[in-house]
């Protein structure tokens, strides 16, 4: 296949596509220099090998040089993945686009489960929130900036090797809140290499959610895109299909009239944070039902951690707060329990979603969540409970422990994290770590402290930036 330039994509201009053209073979000239030139921390041979053959094929499939013929799947995910390089946005005009024909059957699954209704729910909700419970001031809700804590941490960070330059928001973000915490999500049934190489096939929808604050990041776009294409190349079958979801964020499901609230607000949630890209369902064999778990139980619970942020910021986009505009009574309490229970049908793929979510908002300066601090209520010895069993079907142990305190103490955490992905290697203690985390949360109570309705919680940051 040989990509056509001649014709404008849906936004990217016909300059724009055949610049970029040029720019990939550039990319593609350097790939043997680009790594040993700009890497950040150490890494090893076979992070190394991994590393520039998936690029290689990445941009390959891009400039047409290599191909999937006679396949619809694989031509729509060249022309999302192109322009989400030269024009990158997460704008409801994405999922009408043709190339949404292509999106996997997880995505099509779930929107079956949801309709225009929750996404009011959501609007509603959070507008009440603020007005019920905050005097119409959502700013006074204590959480925090996103952009500030980021800034706060940048040069501190332990990124991956191949997530260049340390400045860059795009590379940085593409690293530590999708491929890392991905790959541990996905290690439940893959190994490390394996783990680390599927979870890159997030960056394309990354780079075009987070298209309104990095749009002028083009290198470093255009670089995790062709990975990611790359690993789509490679895995073939279902993760071409799940390469495209990214485009249908804004989809919304088929569902009218009488909807279950917490169901249908965490299928809308998986769709909008597209993470049906971790499961095993798009790189082996399992049913669908069980190939959700860990979709449905990462979004829901980085909704719950993430639900200040988003109030606070005017941003209706989270489970929560749909299910709070359903009328849900204590929804913070009603969601979490559902997410064990979510767990529980498959507990190896719940858990491991448990830990990688709960390792990105404890080690991530973007997230923060060692800074909520205040008076909260006691656990809950039903999701307690629930938590055991799941964690002991799991096959892990139970050894609740505090998570850190402080950016400082999550360094240890960070660090294990740059070993696995950067040279595939795991004491068996990452996963352990971040789960005994949540384990504490729970047993503790200190999981309260994400529930917004909460009183008792001390104030952050100010303002708000990066919903």
């Known amino acids: 296949m040989t990509v056509a330039t001649t014709d404008t994509a849906a936004n990217g201009s016909r300059d724009n596509q055949a610049k970029l053209n040029s720019d990939l073979k550039r990319l593609g000239n350097n790939i043997d220099d680009n790594l040993k030139l700009h890497a950040i921390g150490s890494y090893s041979a076979e992070y190394e090998a991994m590393y520039k053959s998936t690029m290689k094929n990445g941009i390959d499939s891009l ?59 959501a609007k509603l909700g959070t507008a009440s929130i603020i007005k019920n419970h905050y005097n119409g001031d959502r700013l006074s809700i204590p959480h925090i900036n996103k952009k500030a804590s980021y800034l706060r941490h940048r040069y501190d960070a332990k990124v991956g090797a191949g997530f260049y330059p340390q400045s860059s928001p795009l590379a940085a973000t593409c690293y530590q809140t999708a491929s890392l915490p991905c790959s541990l999500a996905m290690s439940w049934f893959l190994p490390i290499e394996k783990a680390v190489k599927a979870a890159y096939i997030s960056h394309l929808s990354v780079c075009d959610d987070i298209g309104g604050f990095t749009k002028e990041d083009y290198d470093a776009r255009m670089r995790m895109v062709a990975i990611s294409t790359g690993i789509a190349h490679q ?16 989809a919304v499901g088929t569902v009218a009239g009488v909807l279950q609230p917490i169901e249908a607000a965490i299928a809308w949630r998986t769709i909008n944070g597209c993470s049906t890209i971790y499961s ?78 709960v390792y990105m908002h404890f080690t991530v300066g973007r997230y923060g969540a060692w800074e909520y601090h205040g008076e909260h209520k006691t656990g809950c010895d039903k999701c307690t ?83």
């Open 280 to 357: 095993k369902y798009n790189f082996g064999e399992c049913d669908i039902d069980i190939g959700l778990v860990a979709p449905i139980v990462m979004m829901g619970l980085h909704d719950l951690f993430d639900w200040r942020c988003d109030v606070a910021a005017g941003d209706h986009e989270n489970s929560l707060s749909a299910v709070y505009g359903f009328g849900v009574v204590s929804p913070f309490h009603a969601f979490l329990e559902a997410m064990l229970k979510e767990a529980l049908k498959h507990p190896r793929s719940g858990i491991y979603g448990i830990a990688s979510i």
């Open 385 to 467: 409970s629930l938590l055991y069993r799941a964690t002991k079907a799991a096959g892990l142990n139970w050894t609740p422990k505090p998570p850190p305190r402080s950016y400082a103490e999550g360094d240890k955490a960070r660090e294990l994290g740059r070993l696995w992905s950067d040279h595939f290697t795991d004491d068996g203690s990452l996963m352990q770590e971040a789960l005994s985390w949540f384990q504490y949360l729970i047993t503790s109570g200190e999981i309260w402290l994400f529930d917004l309705l909460e009183k008792g919680i001390l104030p952050v940051d100010g303002d708000t930036d990066w919903v």
């Open 63 to 121: 400039i047409g040089a290599i191909s999937i013929e006679n396949d619809q799947a694989w031509d729509d995910a060249i022309a999302y993945a192109r322009e989400v390089i030269v024009n990158p946005k997460d704008a409801t005009e994405r999922a009408s686009s043709p190339w949404a024909r292509s999106c996997s059957e997880l995505h099509k699954e779930l929107l079956t489960r949801f309709g225009p209704e929750t996404i009011e729910a």
């Open 235 to 250: 895995f073939g079958g279902k993760a071409i299909n799940v390469l495209v979801d990214g485009t249908a964020k804004q």
